[in-house]
């Protein structure tokens, strides 16, 4: 049994037991929860709060069907994949159906990041290269290889910088970068940087293994992609050998409204898929799919092996994650409550000039704030105001994403309702107007 301790003590015992590298939440006054229902989460003395920031529970918090799923699971058997096991063909058989020919095989892994472990390994065994092109400020994974590939933590603090065998494209943000909302050439014109890293490998006699993307780009600030980007960049990369990949670790399972996969939103069928985060709902398992021609490179002789990766548990979870998903018409619902959302947040903007833009598909958000409509300077100081408003005046917990730390991320349960839509916005509307009058 264990015992229920105060707040101070945790946070004291955790820093020493864990590490202080182990990020905390609001640290200031950091929330012990202990329950979760749909988009809420519940403190120890039943206080409720609305969960904006959580794309790993994509079918909500505590959803019955996966705890039924994985509670009747664990009462028969969990072993690893090494016996015959009924549920792990019907995952692997439900799981690759969501996806066009030729992707057709899946490997079943544990975490986002050593899904994208993997692919680098698949695409370095099936094009026998092994230099990687990365968009600037992703992240793609904690392990040293995908630190490697995420700008986002190898070019800030405590990061070792840019590796040699790794390539940085730049980050097509039609809001702040080069080319903008209304430049129809915009996604061929950033695509063009991939082209650059590859003439620059070629240059030195190297071609790419892989390229690493993201149907909209989370760290990047909740970007979606110009027209025709994905499009162009894939044809790139295919030209001189390598392969695409799309991490779908934040934006899939039908989060983005639209489709299942956000890079549907771009009209690619990319080569490598990797998903993680709410593919168990909060159950740690990931996946990577791609193609027979590249799972066959990739069985040259050395024996793929990973205790938990695709153990019966994980996969009575994934299928009711797919179940869920298919019978409560959760993509649908995220792009018609995504478009209520963000149709809100612009009305606010004709009303709240530190509005800058609202961008997104279904519910994965971003609302960018600004000093200036016309510098587009940053307004991360008044961001930090507004998400601490929205937490102790209105209980709706949010965080803010981008290179300039001013751009609010939206990326709630799927359940988060049209009521808890309308709260959002009715707060948020408080907020700014109280920051605009120096509250
Ligand atoms: N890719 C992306 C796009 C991510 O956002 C993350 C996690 N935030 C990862 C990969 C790594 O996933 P994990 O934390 O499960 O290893």
């Not at 939440?25 to 409720?48: C, F, H, M, N, Q």
Request: hydrophobic share 40%; aromatic share 8%; net charge negative.
């Amino acid at each position: 049994v264990i015992v229920a301790r105060d707040k101070d003590f945790l946070v004291r015992e955790r820093h020493r037991r864990t590490g202080r590298s182990l990020s905390i939440a609001y640290s200031a006054a950091p929330l012990k929860i202990v329950g979760g229902e749909g988009a809420w989460l519940i403190e120890e003395d039943g206080t409720r709060w609305l969960d904006m920031v959580n794309n790993v529970c994509h079918v909500g918090h505590c959803h019955p069907r996966v705890v039924a799923a994985a509670q009747t699971q664990i009462g028969h058997l969990n072993t690893n994949s090494r016996y015959l096991h009924d549920s792990l063909v019907e995952y692997a058989r439900r799981l690759t159906a969501q996806f066009p020919d030729p992707l057709n095989v899946c490997f079943f892994v544990n975490s986002g990041s050593e899904a994208n472990d993997l692919a680098i390994r698949l695409a370095r065994a099936y094009t026998g290269n092994r230099d990687i092109i990365t968009i600037d400020h992703a992240y793609h994974g904690h392990l040293s290889s995908l630190i490697d590939v995420s700008p986002y933590k190898f070019a800030g603090p405590g990061g070792e910088g840019q590796p040699a065998h790794v390539r940085v494209a730049e980050m097509p943000d039609l809001y702040r970068g080069r080319f903008r909302y209304g430049d129809a050439e915009a996604g061929n014109r950033y695509a063009d940087s991939v082209k650059d890293q590859i003439e620059a490998l070629a240059a030195h006699g190297r071609r790419p293994a892989l390229f690493f993307s993201e149907g909209i780009l989370g760290t990047g600030g909740q970007l979606p992609l110009p027209d025709n980007y994905l499009n162009q960049a894939f044809a790139f990369v295919r030209e001189a050998g390598g392969l695409c990949l799309s991490d779908e670790v934040q934006v899939g399972f039908g989060r983005v409204g639209r489709h299942m996969w956000a890079h549907e939103l771009q009209g690619v069928v990319p080569d490598i898929v990797t998903m993680g985060k709410p593919i168990g709902n909060g159950h740690p398992m990931a996946a990577v799919v791609t193609t027979e021609a590249i799972a066959a490179s990739f069985a040259n002789g050395m024996e793929y092996f990973n205790t938990f990766g695709g153990n019966p548990v994980s996969a009575e979870i994934g299928l009711a994650v797919l179940d869920v998903i298919r019978d409560e018409r959760l993509t649908h619902h995220c792009r018609v409550i995504g478009d209520r959302l963000m149709d809100g947040a612009r009305a606010l903007a004709e009303r709240h000039g530190l509005i800058g833009d609202v961008r997104g598909s279904g519910l994965f958000n971003g609302i960018e704030l600004v000093r200036s409509r016309e510098t587009l300077e940053p307004a991360a100081a008044e961001l930090e105001r507004l998400i601490a408003g929205m937490k102790s005046r209105h209980r709706i917990l949010l965080s803010s994403e981008g290179p300039h730390h001013n751009v609010l991320k939206i990326k709630p349960p799927a359940p988060f309702s049209a009521e808890d839509c309308d709260r959002f916005l009715n707060a948020l509307d408080e907020e700014l107007t109280l920051i605009a009058k120096g509250g």
